[in-house]
């Protein structure tokens, strides 16, 4: 018992730590929350549990709740409240669920302490979202859910969650009356108390709320999101066809309208009496006529809205794809064509951004096609001549290649930018950095100009070394150079996912890598990259060894550290992976 409540206390720590930073609380008062609810925990792991000493606990949360808004308004700090008041809602809610799980009677009780939580905090969607759900599932009262999510709606007419959530509440309620109604069909029982209207069973009252939602908030994105939320319901095909039909309707100028629309391609099963693929090769086939659909929708795209937003979404497709494992020789070719296709027409087009060309060039070299990624990365350099990326990407390829002409080269970056000094202290002889240097021909004044081009410490150096120790040593070598460079702050972002593709390259690709790679890149990004979360997610639904019931305890760690648009962002693509997009 002693190490669920110690667990249960360490949990806090973060939203502890953050009221103390912020001058919310003192050390003192910390320390006195922590006693506290040490106490509470003791009460209600007991072996004889006691009705009041959960009230109490929760009580007690409510209390803190009221006390941090009334000094958040006393000091005029309004931030950080993701992290310190949702995580609150979030233990009050696990709280209710083991009570109402005790005493089934006590669930009316749970309802006026929600009610009185609305009354202070009526600001907080994600409490009236929460009091909904509980209505719902918990009371089974669809009715009261109903009432909360209107009387949320008025507070906030204009939040995303409560219209997505609230929708997907309707649509679980005409479900649940679809399949009473089947069973009193099949059980041949009197229909005479079943006096649902045909709308209702139908989702009538969903597609309402849909229509209501899109006229109030704006944008491909939240569309998208419902279209998401109503696939999950086999019987809203007219609902779902609507929303689609409208999608296209209203946001043709929309990249994402196109990008949703040719993705769904991937998804159309063979037409019914077409002899289904059994045999690899069969299926590669099929996989690949599917992929030639959705280039096909992305090409139309790109004619019709010519933007660097659209291309970066076609790229971007064509990338995932040919990231994805095969077996079939011809169909890795086939994607790695449609790739390369695709880089050259918008580079053609002047609709290459910076990062776009460094993929470009990151492709190329993987394929060990030195000649074209110099070609590449001096094509960006010549759209780009005033860019540190630019410039650090050429450099990297000449370095790479041994090209005779390195120095002339460094000499023409140093005339576009304006080097800076670099200290010698970092790199003494026996470095790892000047390890590789050495073995790579490279001096170390080639170092130091690579350095004075980067403008941020060394982050793009990082980058660069991981590469040259997989090419040159493979993944033992990269994973040492990993090791030895990971408390070295700041990093990139794409440091962590080169160390992650470098582990999905291995056979076998070992999960508790991943876990650690995606762990380290977390307490880097956590609290603005929502591609990390979904994309750890998705590792472990997809890997031979991944844990499933890991997500849950994810997603509640991203909605706890993802801050602003970054969380609205992850619930919308963990909305959109559980539709299967």
């Not at 109903?146 to 609230?166: I, S, V």
């Not at 795209?301 to 937003?309: D, G, M, N, Q, S």
């Amino acid at each position: 018992m002693a190490e669920i409540i110690q667990e249960r206390i360490e949990d806090r720590i973060p939203e502890l730590e953050q009221l103390e930073r912020i001058g919310l609380f003192s050390h003192a008062e910390i320390k006195a929350i922590i006693k506290k609810a040490s106490d509470l925990e003791y009460k209600i792991q007991r072996r004889t549990l006691i009705k009041e000493d959960f009230i109490n606990y929760v009580q007690y949360e409510i209390n803190l709740l009221e006390l941090i808004q009334r000094r958040r308004a006393r000091i005029k700090y309004s931030f950080k409240k993701d992290e310190i008041e949702y995580s609150i809602v979030h233990r009050v809610q696990g709280i209710f669920g083991r009570a109402s799980a005790k005493w089934k009677g006590t669930k009316a009780h749970l309802s006026k302490i929600f009610s009185a939580m609305l009354a202070i905090h009526s600001n907080k969607p994600a409490l009236w979202i929460m009091a909904a759900k509980w209505e719902m599932e918990d009371r089974l009262s669809s009715e009261s859910a109903r009432q909360l999510f209107l009387r949320a709606l008025r507070f906030h007419p204009e939040c995303p969650k409560l219209y997505q959530e609230y929708f997907r509440m309707e649509l679980m309620h005409a479900e649940k009356l679809r399949k009473e109604k089947q069973e009193f069909e099949k059980a041949a029982m009197d229909m005479g108390s079943f006096d649902h209207p045909e709308e209702i069973l139908k989702g009538e009252l969903a597609r309402i709320i849909y229509k209501n939602s899109v006229s109030k908030i704006k944008g491909a994105e939240f569309h998208v999101s419902l279209l998401s939320i109503a696939q999950l319901f086999d019987f809203a095909k007219d609902l779902q066809k609507e929303i689609y039909d409208d999608l296209q309707a209203l946001h043709t100028d929309d990249p994402l309208t196109w990008d949703y629309v040719a993705r769904r391609e991937l998804e159309i099963e063979s037409q019914p009496g077409e002899e289904q693929p059994v045999s690899k090769q069969a299926k590669a086939v099929e996989v690949g006529r599917r992929e030639e659909r959705c280039c096909a929708v992305y090409e139309e795209a790109v004619k019709t809205l010519p933007t660097a937003a659209m291309w970066k979404c076609y790229i971007n497709f064509c990338l995932e794809r040919f990231s994805k494992k095969t077996s079939s020789v011809p169909l890795r070719g086939q994607r790695l064509e449609r790739t390369m296709l695709a880089f050259r027409k918008a580079h053609e087009l002047k609709l290459l951004s910076e990062a776009q060309y460094k993929q470009w060039v990151d492709l190329l070299l993987r394929q060990d096609l030195f000649k074209e990624a110099l070609q590449v990365a001096e094509a960006g350099t010549d759209l780009f001549k005033d860019s540190e990326t630019m410039w650090q990407m050429k450099l990297q390829v000449l370095i790479g290649s041994k090209s005779p002409d390195i120095a002339m080269h460094f000499e023409e970056a140093f005339a576009h930018l304006k080097p800076q000094a670099i200290a010698h202290d970092d790199y003494s002889q026996d470095s790892p950095v000047r390890i590789e240097l050495d073995y790579r021909s490279v001096s170390l004044d080639d170092l130091r100009a690579i350095l004075a081009v980067t403008g941020a410490s060394s982050i793009t150096l990082k980058e660069k070394y991981l590469d040259w120790a997989y090419r040159s040593g493979g993944y033992k070598k990269a994973r040492t150079v990993f090791k030895s460079l990971q408390e070295s702050r700041p990093f990139s972002v794409e440091f962590f996912r080169k160390m992650i593709q470098f582990e999905k390259e291995q056979d076998p690709c070992k999960m508790a890598n991943l876990r650690e790679y995606y762990e380290r890149a977390l307490r880097e990004f956590g609290s603005t990259d929502s591609d990390l979360w979904m994309d750890y997610i998705k590792e472990e639904l997809s890997h031979p060894f991944g844990r499933p019931e890991n997500c849950g305890q994810i997603y509640w760690r991203a909605m706890k550290m993802l801050q602003g648009q970054s969380a609205e962002l992850f619930v919308a693509k963990h909305a959109m992976h559980q539709a299967g997009h």
